[in-house]
């Protein structure tokens, strides 16, 4: 259900906060905002921009115009023009790179005064509107004194590596938004998972160890009640053929068309996200819309052994490695 709140009712609960939870809730939505413009922007020349992404990344992206800051009068009001004279609510302040001017404009004049086409401009005002029902959110859960208690038990463990905007936003004493709860759980299971592939790896090797080969022709025998074996046979030509046909269109396959446009997109001087240039390989439609259990792509591993690959060869190198992306740069 969208969380809803009155300009009263927002501005009533932002004055019960400390300044220091109001200027992270305002650098946050401004700093959201910044990355709508600029992934949309970037869009049109086939970037993409991760949403953590940050300031000097962003900066990156950008050539002409510049996202730096909007005023929200609560309504209507003379205090906040377009440059046209037209009074308004929301006033958005775009800087002209070129030049250095910042101008000031409403969101049907950005389209006519920066060139932007209309198409960009309903997708940054979409943009927008998720932001501000995320601060609606925040600021209902903090009304009704959300607990991270209630959803994860405490503490973390010591080996989770908490994403960044997430632990800030909790230093902060604020709550979490569903997205954000989303992948810490996320999250934990990857950790939880490796933990069992851990303990699974040394029992193997355990098992390992006592196999007894009676001879080159006898079957293994394994010495556990709980491990099962496994007998390769030769394969006929049919059989050897539909397994390449397998690992052709396995994990690492990518059409030619999407080989094509990540090319495309690895310009010189330019970061890339693999997980970003996967969404969007999947909204041109060039790869499957598949997803794993963490919500990423299933073609996200394809594109970055690609973008691997392609730093093997010296056209790009890696700037930032997690378990919820990669970032690249291309060379010249």
């Known amino acids: 259900m969208k969380a809803e709140l009155t300009l009263e009712e927002r501005d009533l609960l932002l004055s019960s906060m400390t300044a220091e939870q109001r200027e992270f809730l305002h650098h946050t939505l401004v700093r959201g905002r910044r990355t709508v413009f600029a992934k949309q922007l970037a869009n049109r020349k086939s970037q993409y921009i991760p949403d953590d992404a940050s300031v000097d990344e962003i900066e990156a992206y950008l050539e002409e115009w510049d996202y730096i800051g909007f005023t929200d009068s609560g309504s209507v009001s003379e205090a906040t023009r377009c440059e046209c004279g037209r009074p308004l609510r929301y006033q958005h302040q775009v800087l002209h790179l070129p030049t250095g001017t910042t101008r000031y404009f409403g969101i049907d004049h950005l389209q006519l005064h920066t060139g932007i086409d209309a198409g960009i401009i309903s997708a940054i005002q979409r943009g927008f509107d998720v932001l501000d029902a995320e601060l609606n959110e925040v600021l209902i859960k903090y009304r009704d004194g959300w607990d991270l208690g209630y959803h994860f038990y405490q503490p973390f463990p010591a080996q989770l590596d908490i994403p960044r905007d997430i632990a800030d936003q909790l230093d902060a004493g604020l709550p979490l938004l569903g997205r954000q709860i989303a992948r810490l759980r996320t999250k934990l299971r990857e950790l939880e998972q490796a933990s069992s592939w851990e303990r699974i790896s040394q029992g193997s090797e355990r098992v390992r160890q006592q196999l007894e080969y009676k001879s080159e022709t006898e079957t293994v025998v394994i010495d556990t009640a709980s491990s099962q074996g496994m007998l390769l046979f030769e394969e006929t030509d049919s059989e050897l053929r539909e397994r390449q046909e397998l690992v052709r269109q396995g994990p690492f396959y990518l059409p030619p068309a999407a080989v094509r446009a990540i090319n495309a997109s690895l310009l010189p001087k330019t970061r890339i996200s693999a997980r970003a240039l996967s969404e969007g390989l999947i909204e041109q439609k060039l790869i499957g819309a598949k997803r794993m259990s963490s919500g990423k792509p299933e073609a996200y591993i394809a594109v ?29």
């Open 304 to 332: 970055a052994a690609y973008l691997d690959t392609l730093t093997e060869q010296g056209k790009c190198r890696m700037l930032e490695r997690t378990s919820e992306d990669r970032i690249y740069f291309g060379l010249d």
